[in-house]
């Protein structure tokens, strides 16, 4: 019985060399398939090895190297302009996350100024352990000191400097006085 | 020097050379090229058997390269890498298959069996290259790769993206493809 017909790549080993040829000998001997199938490859490597290609003239491989310099200086020229519009649109990009964020860190600079400031201010005794309060509770009336803030809160803050200067002035009299 | 020996140092300079073009010397680049544009001229002259379209696919091949240069890093040897670009870029080219050019001889002072030998070895080649120039995309790659340019089966299959046993069987099929194109007077398809 016939062993099975060599593969495509056996029959090339064997077109191309002795290789495999004792353990397919057999089969070579017994099958004309195998056998046409490696001559033809055999037949085919001996015709395409030899083959020559034209031979361009020296001046080609310089002409052709200059070709190439005039590329890649092209290549270089659009890689520099990729260069560019990509730092500029990532300039872009940045200035315009800074308009974007700007106002909310200013307002968070703002947040933070006034808790720096309740903290400078919770330096100060707790109102419970103020010893000056009851002192002070006994100078002022507490409900007209009350108002008073409330009325001096709103016209500050329409009043001029100068404004603001004279009733600062009038204030320090006054508290001068009650003392 | 022996063969293998001069191999090995030829992709000992290219590696070197790379680097050296990684490290940004542009020259260095230009060295690699004329290193190799004679192989990657001829791969693409086999491949499309004619020069104008072959000068085109050289300066393809070679922009490709220098695209992509900066990421090559060394997995294979650089000819092993520029062979595959060569290969993918003549696997995508459309020829307008513009008609061959031949050779110019000057035959001043060769006398005359000197001169018909050299044109039927000149009608021969011609022949063969058309042959080989019908031959189907890869098992015409694999034959240029292999028999033209000495790759080994492992290089080839590399080059081509495929298995050793798949380089093998195109290899088979264009050899015995070229016998029959040949015999046949190169009519038709294999
Ligand atoms: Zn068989």
């Known amino acids: ?179 | 020097m022996s063969h293998s020996e001069k191999a090995t140092a030829s992709v000992g300079e290219d590696a070197a050379l790379v680097k050296a073009y990684q490290r940004g010397e542009r020259e260095a680049f230009d060295t690699l090229f004329e290193r190799h544009q004679r192989n990657v001229y001829r791969l693409c002259y086999r491949f499309v058997n004619n020069h104008e379209d072959a000068s085109d696919l050289v300066q393809e091949v070679f922009i490709k390269a220098y695209r992509g240069i900066l990421r090559f890093r060394g997995d294979s040897s650089f000819s092993t890498w520029l062979y595959r670009i060569a290969v993918n870029t003549c696997l995508s080219y459309r020829s307008l298959r513009r008609p061959a050019m031949e050779e110019f001889h000057d035959d001043k002072g060769a006398n005359a069996n000197d001169v018909i030998e050299r044109i039927e070895k000149d009608e021969r080649s011609r022949q063969l290259r058309e042959a080989v120039s019908r031959l189907p995309e890869r098992q015409r790659i694999t034959l240029i790769l292999k028999v033209y340019h000495d790759l080994k089966h492992a290089d080839v299959a590399h080059v081509m993206g495929t298995t050793i046993g798949t380089a093998k069987a195109n290899l088979f099929h264009a050899l015995t493809n070229l016998k029959r194109l040949l015999e046949k007077g190169q009519g038709g398809a294999p």
């Open chain 1, 1 to 179: 019985m016939k062993s099975r017909h060599l593969s495509d790549e056996q029959a090339l080993d064997l077109a191309m060399s002795e290789a495999g040829l004792d353990e397919n000998h057999a089969h070579l001997e017994e099958c004309d398939v195998c056998r046409d199938r490696v001559r033809h490859a055999r037949d085919g490597w001996r015709l395409a090895v030899d083959t020559d290609i034209p031979e361009p003239s020296p001046l080609y491989w310089e002409a052709s190297k200059r070709r190439l310099g005039r590329e890649l200086d092209a290549e270089d020229a659009r890689r520099r302009q990729r260069r560019w519009l990509t730092l500029a649109a990532t300039a872009a990009a940045i200035l315009a996350t800074i308009a974007i964020l700007a106002p909310v860190f200013v307002g968070l600079g703002r947040d933070q100024r006034a808790e720096t400031s309740v903290d400078a201010w919770s330096a100060l005794p707790r109102v419970e352990d103020d010893p000056s309060l009851p002192m002070i509770e006994r100078m002022l009336d507490v409900e007209t000191e009350h108002a008073i803030g409330c009325c001096l809160g709103s016209c500050v803050l329409v009043l001029s400097d100068e404004e603001v200067r004279v009733v600062s002035e009038s204030l320090r009299v006054e508290m001068g006085r009650s003392l």
